[in-house]
């Protein structure tokens, strides 16, 4: 199946569920409806709420065959955000879609909003690198949050996306391959998207370095020579 970035939001959606009626991922398909249910918004760069899942779908379905657990890999995509801003248990995860699918959506949500609990930005890396499918729907998630953020975000928020890229993702699924020797190449393969979508955001944003104050300039090269 060839992807593209520039296709458009339908066909986006028509082809992720197509390839799980196709391949009978009645669950992922169940957790797909589950989460649309709530996603219905839009986002800062105008796009329907729920795109964000969809386009994650969309880039796992790419790599499909690289994933252990394929089905739990769209399911964990699909419901990532419903815990963290929403009172869905994570008890009901479970009851509906596994254990499996229960773990991985609360070691990829930085905020269990049920429970009111918020992790650590230590705990929710270290936790995620031990979760097989949570730590590639997080880099996935990366991807295209990268993707869509240009339009959107304001310059110092982009710098402060790709520093937590490079601080935080890139060395979570560097651990997570070493934990996961199995998905090593999922992990390269998503790795080496980041690092590509960082030179070419570092790059475009030079461009407009004049945008920001001097403490913010500051603030950016400090972190970059750590």
């Known amino acids: 199946m060839k992807l593209s970035a520039n296709t458009d939001y339908k066909t986006v959606t028509d082809t992720v569920v197509g390839f799980m009626d196709k391949n009978n991922m009645n669950r992922a398909a169940d957790a797909m409806r589950f989460a649309q249910a709530y996603h219905r918004g839009q986002r800062k760069d105008g796009t329907p709420e729920f795109s964000h899942q969809m386009w994650q779908a969309y880039l796992a379905i790419g790599m499909i065959d690289l994933f252990l657990n394929k ?16 009172p869905v248990s994570l008890n ?15 070691a990829i949500s930085k905020v269990i909003f049920e429970k009111e609990i918020k992790k650590t930005t230590e705990d929710y890396f270290d936790n995620l690198a031990l979760d097989v499918n949570a730590s590639a729907c997080k880099g996935i998630d990366r991807i295209h949050n990268h993707q869509s953020m240009i339009n959107a975000f304001t310059v110092s928020k982009q710098y402060e996306y790709v520093a937590e890229t490079q601080k ?38 030079e461009f407009r370095w004049n945008e920001l ?7 950016i090269l400090v972190r970059r020579n750590k």
């Open 213 to 219: 104050s001097d403490e913010r300039r500051t603030e």
């Open 92 to 106: 009901l995860i479970k009851d509906k879609y596994g254990m499996v699918s229960a773990m991985s959506v609360d």
């Open 71 to 86: 089905e739990d890999v769209l399911i964990t995509i699909f419901l990532h955000d419903v815990v963290e801003d929403y």
């Open 168 to 205: 935080h993702i890139l060395p979570m699924l560097k651990k997570a391959q070493v934990n996961f020797p199995e998905q090593h190449q999922a992990y390269s393969t998503i790795i080496m998207m980041l690092e590509m979508q960082i030179e070419m955001i570092l790059h475009s944003l």
